[in-house]
């Protein structure tokens, strides 16, 4: 038996984990058996601000009006690191201003009714355990259930590669949606946020 065997039979794993391992199972090993730290960046505080600030509209926590004053209130307080360079453009002023005209022109999530958002889903697949969190989980006028995920990234296209490993986090969450609600959703959906593009 591996000296590792008991660690992992024990461990507790999420899509990005999981992911991980699929890119380059050194660096899993480093990080989630070794136990080194990664660093946080740039492009992981900006989606965690964005993430923040539709958890709070969705919950009712704050107006919607109030959303384009949020965002420009915590910008600099969640986004510790520098954007990394790039020739073009100052990735930290272009990406303050996509934010802001999101929200600026934010008007909700349209006639869906807002059933919760960043569920946090404990399950089991073949006694594996697995932790996931579902951005936005909506009803429609006929019951159905849609599950959104928030993403800073711009997919291209809903068949694009980054398209489908978004895909492929929401299939599995669909598990325990399908545990807790009796239904699997009919309709995953992605909110590109910085372009405004829903996929």
């Not at 429609?140 to 980054?162: C, E, I, T």
């Amino acid at each position: 038996m591996s000296k590792y065997s008991e660690l992992i039979d024990n461990m507790v794993f999420s899509f990005s984990r999981l992911q991980a391992f699929y890119q380059c199972p050194y660096q899993w090993k480093l990080q989630y058996i070794d136990g080194l730290e990664g660093e946080n960046n740039f492009f992981a505080e900006y989606g965690n601000l964005v993430h923040s600030i539709l958890e709070k509209y969705a919950k009712g926590e704050a107006e919607i009006y109030e959303l384009p004053l949020l965002f420009e209130e915590q910008y600099d307080e969640f986004i510790q690191h520098p954007a990394p360079p790039n020739k073009f453009c100052d990735l930290r002023v272009k990406y303050f201003e996509e934010g802001k005209a999101y929200f600026e022109n934010f008007e909700g999530f349209g006639d869906y009714e807002i059933v919760d958002a960043e569920r946090e889903f404990l399950f089991n697949i073949d006694n594996i355990k697995i932790k996931g969190y579902a951005d936005l989980i909506l009803r429609d006028k006929d019951g159905n259930l849609h599950v959104v995920d928030h993403k800073s990234s711009d997919p291209k296209s809903a068949r694009s590669q980054k398209a489908r490993e978004y895909w492929k986090q929401m299939y599995l969450y669909a598990i325990p949606i399908k545990e807790e609600y009796g239904v699997y959703p009919v309709k995953l959906h992605i909110n590109a946020f910085r372009k405004n593009q829903w996929f």
